[in-house]
């Protein structure tokens, strides 16, 4: 079974610009989760979508946002790129969103830099 | 609301030698408990979780840790490192009712010397 996809591997904006990174879940996962990884901040949670619908939210700006198809892909969205949005973004996906722990598979990321 | 502290953000190890990474952590209510490890341009795997049961967990690669309630504890450990376990590590905690929410701790970078 493939594991979790997230494009592209590698990206690079300028301030002001607005980016869209994809993750495609396992087959048959339908909960997609959104982190982003930085030196300073470490691994901080972004949201989490359920059957196209926002689960859970970090605390980031609303220049974060994201969505969830009916194939359960995943985007997530940043508006007004700053350079402090310079990170890896990473997707884990999972069978379920609630009740019981669900193993959450993680992708191997998205580096995004901003110029 | 929950979160995680390791200690030390390097760890040194001599191959062979035992690896201890310690994590402490906070939270109201039961707590999931995971470990993952993220090699160099990827992604994190699972290496090992605690959920409910014995408190001893196994892992993949030979690692394990011990979910101490009084201590708020969730160590790992490996009786004898290898030089493929170089790689940063990271504690992390959730809760049934915070769906997959993790938080991390600022994770841990261990270096194998030969």
């Known amino acids: 079974k493939a594991g979790v996809t997230q494009t592209p591997r590698y990206l690079i904006k300028t301030r002001g610009q607005q980016v869209t990174l994809s993750c495609s879940p396992i087959?048959?996962?339908?909960?997609v989760s959104w982190y982003q990884q930085t030196p300073g901040q470490g691994l901080q949670f972004l949201f989490e979508?359920?059957?196209?619908?926002?689960?859970n939210k970090g605390n980031f700006p609303g220049r974060f946002s994201g969505r969830q198809f009916s194939n359960s892909r995943s985007e997530m969205n940043v508006s007004t790129l700053e350079l402090g949005d310079s990170a890896l973004y990473l997707c884990?996906?999972?069978?379920?969103?609630?009740?019981?722990?669900?193993?959450?598979?993680f992708g191997p990321g998205t580096r995004l830099t901003v110029l | 609301a929950q979160s995680v502290t390791q200690l030390g953000s390097h760890v040194s190890v001599s191959e062979g030698a035992l690896v201890l990474l310690r994590c402490n952590y906070s939270?109201?209510?039961?707590?999931?408990l995971f470990w993952y490890v993220q090699y160099p341009n990827q992604g994190l795997q699972l290496l090992l979780k605690?959920?409910?049961?014995?408190?001893l967990v196994k892992g993949i690669n030979g690692f394990e840790a011990e979910f101490k309630k009084s201590e708020t504890s969730f160590h790992l450990t490996k009786p004898s490192a290898h030089m493929s376990d170089a790689a940063e590590y990271f504690c992390?905690?959730?809760?049934?009712?915070?769906?997959?929410?993790?938080?991390f701790g600022g994770g841990t970078r261990v270096l194998v010397k030969p």
């Open positions: 992390a905690v959730s809760r049934a009712a915070a769906g997959n929410k993790l938080t």
């Open positions: 087959s048959g996962h339908r909960s």
């Open positions: 979508y359920f059957s196209e619908t926002q689960r």
């Open positions: 884990a996906s999972s069978l379920e969103g609630s009740g019981d722990y669900n193993e959450q598979f």
């Open positions: 939270s109201s209510v039961p707590p999931y």
């Open positions: 605690y959920t409910t049961g014995a408190t």
